[in-house]
């Protein structure tokens, strides 16, 4: 227990699914109040709290304080579109490892029951009366869905094509099957929004979205909300030993932008600031790639999870179809990939994804998993990205004692 | 003839009728952009020079839409090309949607269609690559 060293002290997420009855501000204090239980401390001890929510109240932390307990501690409301919640957890992490104080909370919620597909929402865009050049590219009308696709099924799709363009081997049926997997992994999890086996004839005949994303290949809108707090090794040393036993070592907790590369502007490179923030992560945790009993990634769709068991380096560079077809991303396989459910049925409220994942670790690695526990779990590796991009990976550890 | 203007100012329409793209290219590291550059993402440099992009390519990656934003028509293929080393964000059209006929690595080349006509009459071309 050095130091310098950060630990998860108490982290909790709300079930996942519809909550017509709560806002966003129960469902963020609800996950608040259950982390600060979890973790044995109240809003007293917290030096800092950091907040995401993308699509609700602006100043969410501080109406957040409202509800929970203001005690005049620093805000800090971020926004990093699908890396939020990392984001926040990250930023209370640095406010600790600055030394500004040895506890702070980091909350992300979202209500998105009902909001249709992910980056499809609002108004139909008309075309002008006069076709008069404006924007960046000098567009005299919309041109989404003239030149590409700003839909986020799409957009995810052609990533995923692009692999199979380079490497091979992923066709339809293969990005079905990923998807097979994560829906028979949701079936353990009581806060997935969808907890129903699909077989593969039912997933590739679904409602097509973006070949070959059909609907139960893309993560599914919900409400939710996931908080952890986060503690100082110093701090960690003088609380009850049931807290020190509980808590998870944050080992790497790494935040990356995409950096130039050819064509990433053409089509996201979502691959490049991944593999980078990977391979930051096992250095500084001193984990090799092979160490991790488990991964939560963010499959927001399954063409998504294909390219980033090859970023996350489950696998040699281009085998990530091979990885799959060997069977080592399930439960019962070497690399258990998303035993939660990932994105695609356990849902994306996507402020609460990036902290939610990380309870999902913890909750292995504590050993408090129940009927899905990845038995013996002591490393794990929670990943998200946000298009733009930014890419949170976080390595976590279990308690030595 | 009515008048012209093309869908983004990067397609171009010759004196032959023939359609171009157009990029930006770094003077310094050559990395090609297509819209207006404040510097380049690559190397920071503000060198820019217009340089034409090859009008054949290869899909690289591509998606057949069936669920867009409301007022998209749907479906169309959104699609990476490369045009000999330089990725292009196009439609392919000219083709059905389907996966029988849009495969990866397939070869294409540029196109123009007719967006709309607006109220002063004037035709917006658009463009997109077709099979060859
Ligand atoms: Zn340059």
């Not at chain 1, 501690?73 to 579109?81: K, L, R, S």
């Not at chain 1, 998870?248 to 593999?275: E, F, M, Y």
Request: glycine share 12%; aromatic share 6%.
């Amino acid at each position: 227990m050095a130091s310098d060293d950060v630990w998860i002290l108490g982290i909790r997420m709300t079930k996942f699914g519809k909550h017509p009855d709560k806002d966003s501000l129960d469902l963020g204090a609800e996950a608040a109040m259950a982390a600060l239980a979890d973790g044995g401390v109240t809003m007293r001890d917290m030096g800092v709290l950091a907040a995401g929510n993308l699509l609700g109240v602006s100043g969410y932390g501080q109406q957040l304080q409202k509800q929970i307990g203001q005690t005049g501690i620093p805000v800090y409301n971020v926004a990093n579109a699908c890396a939020t919640g990392a984001t926040a957890l990250r930023t209370a992490i640095m406010a600790i490892k600055a030394g500004e104080c040895d506890m702070g909370l980091a909350v992300g919620v979202e209500k998105l029951a009902g909001a249709g597909l992910l980056g499809a929402g609002g108004q139909a865009k008309k075309d002008a009366d006069t076709w008069e050049r404006s924007g960046r590219m000098g567009a005299v009308a919309p041109v989404d869905g003239r030149i590409g696709t700003d839909g986020m099924p799409g957009v995810f799709a052609q990533v995923g094509m692009e692999y199979g363009h380079k490497y091979g081997g992923a066709t339809f049926e293969l990005f079905a099957r990923i998807s097979e997997k994560n829906h028979a992994h949701s079936t353990l999890n009581p806060l997935a929004t969808y907890t129903k086996r699909m077989s593969l004839d039912q997933i590739m005949n679904d409602v097509m979205i973006a070949y070959p994303n059909t609907r139960s290949m893309c993560s599914a809108n919900c409400d939710g909300a996931a908080a952890a707090v986060v503690v100082s090794g110093e701090k960690l040393k003088t609380l009850g030993p049931d807290q020190r036993r509980r808590a998870v070592k944050v080992s790497a907790s790494v935040l990356t932008s995409d950096p130039w590369q050819d064509g990433c502007q053409v089509l996201p490179d979502v691959n490049t600031l991944t593999r980078n923030a990977a391979t930051q992560a096992y250095e500084a945790a001193g984990v090799s790639p092979s160490d991790r009993d488990l991964v939560e990634l963010h499959d927001c769709f399954a063409t998504a999870e294909l390219v980033h068991y090859d970023n996350l380096q489950l696998c040699a560079p281009g085998e990530a179809v091979p990885f799959f077809e060997s069977g080592a991303p399930w439960r019962d396989g070497s690399t258990p990939v998303n035993v939660s459910g990932g994105l695609e049925s356990k849902g994306h409220p996507i402020s609460a994804t990036g902290i939610a994942n990380i309870w999902e670790v913890c909750h292995h690695l504590r050993g408090e998993a129940g009927d899905r526990q990845i038995e013996g779990a002591t490393v794990g590796l929670a990943h998200v990205i946000g298009l733009g991009s930014a890419c949170g990976v976080h390595i976590l550890e279990r308690a030595a004692a | 003839m009515s008048e012209r203007i093309t869908l983004v100012d990067y397609l171009t329409l010759d004196d032959a009728d023939e359609p171009h793209l157009v990029a930006n290219e770094c003077g310094t590291c050559g990395a090609r952009y297509f819209g207006r550059r404040n510097a380049c993402a690559s190397c920071f440099g503000t060198d820019f020079a217009k340089v034409t992009v090859p009008s054949e390519g290869v899909v690289r990656s591509f998606t057949i839409v069936a669920q867009a934003a409301p007022g998209v028509p749907v479906p169309f293929v959104a699609a990476v090309v490369d045009c000999d080393g330089t990725r292009v964000r196009s439609n392919l059209i000219n083709v059905d949607p389907d996966p029988e006929h849009v495969v990866l690595g397939m070869k294409v080349r540029l196109a123009t269609y007719l967006v709309g006509t607006d109220a002063s009459g004037t035709d917006a071309i658009g463009f997109g690559f077709e099979p060859m």
